[in-house]
């Protein structure tokens, strides 16, 4: 199954992104995570793509899309993936509908993770993520069982630079301005699902099981 999840930033996609993969053995591909992981290790990709980051901006969709189309051609990726956090705009929207139709497919939903804003406020500033897994709790609402230490790997849980609270609000108007349209978007296409996100991390999951009818 090909999949996009779609939703403001700590809307729950890559939690339940995390959760999906499991379950039906597809790759998670999250292009933060990937810019995240170049940060770390001080790429050239890295180090351009912090500068927007930091700013709560979007990465231009030219790299951004170089990324994802290297990533969409390995191996794992030929029986289904999820896309989580690409595409964030129409340029990117049609990108990949074009690169997909070229190889004969297409995506096949298109979840949408619908949360307030007020709500989403709370889960960003409270989000913890490992600095070695990348697995991610919160502090309030999906706490790690050692204070400050992941339940994965023993490593120790931060906060993300870009979760500080000024960041934020330019990610959430980012959001409004360039990935809502997105919606419109994969509507018109039928494509689009919605899960209004809501209950707590369970209840989300199975509602997301439940529109995909996996
Ligand atoms: P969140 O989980 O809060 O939605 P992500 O981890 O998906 O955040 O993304 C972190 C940052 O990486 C974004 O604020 C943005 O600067 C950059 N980024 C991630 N995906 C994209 C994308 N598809 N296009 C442009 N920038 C992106
Ligand atoms: P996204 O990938 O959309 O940015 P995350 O999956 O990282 O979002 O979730 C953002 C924060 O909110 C994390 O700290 C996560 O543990 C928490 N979270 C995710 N889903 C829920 C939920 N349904 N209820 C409460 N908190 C949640
Ligand atoms: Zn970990």
Redesign the pocket.
């Known amino acids: 199954m090909k999949l996009i999840l779609l ?11 995390t959760k999906l993969s499991q379950k039906l053995s597809i790759p998670h591909i999250s292009t ?1 995570d990937i810019f995240r992981n170049n940060i770390k290790n001080s790429t050239e990709l890295g180090k351009k793509a912090k500068e927007y980051i930091d700013k709560g901006m979007l990465v231009p969709d030219e790299l951004t899309i170089s990324i994802v189309k290297d990533r969409l051609m390995q191996d794992d990726c030929k029986n289904g993936f999820i896309l ?2 690409f595409p964030r705009t129409i340029p990117q929207a049609e990108y990949l509908e074009k690169a997909l139709n070229e190889m004969g497919t297409d995506i096949d939903h298109v979840v949408n ?1 619908s949360v307030a804003d007020e709500e989403i406020i709370k ?2 500033s ?3 993520v490992c600095t070695n897994c990348g697995a ?3 502090t309030v ?2 706490p790690t069982k050692k204070d400050g230490i992941c339940d994965n790997c023993n490593a120790s849980v931060i906060q993300r630079d870009d979760d500080k609270e000024e960041t934020v609000i330019s990610r959430l108007k980012t959001y409004h301005e360039q990935t809502e349209p997105l919606i419109g978007f994969y509507s018109k296409r039928g494509k689009l699902l919605t899960v209004i ?1 809501r ?3 369970e ?2 999951s199975k509602a997301v099981i439940k529109v995909l009818g996996v």
């Open positions: 939703g403001a930033p700590g809307a729950g996609k890559g939690t339940q992104a933060g989580d956090g993770v889960r960003m409270g989000r913890r991610t709790f919160h609402f999906n996100g209950e707590e991390i209840e989300t």
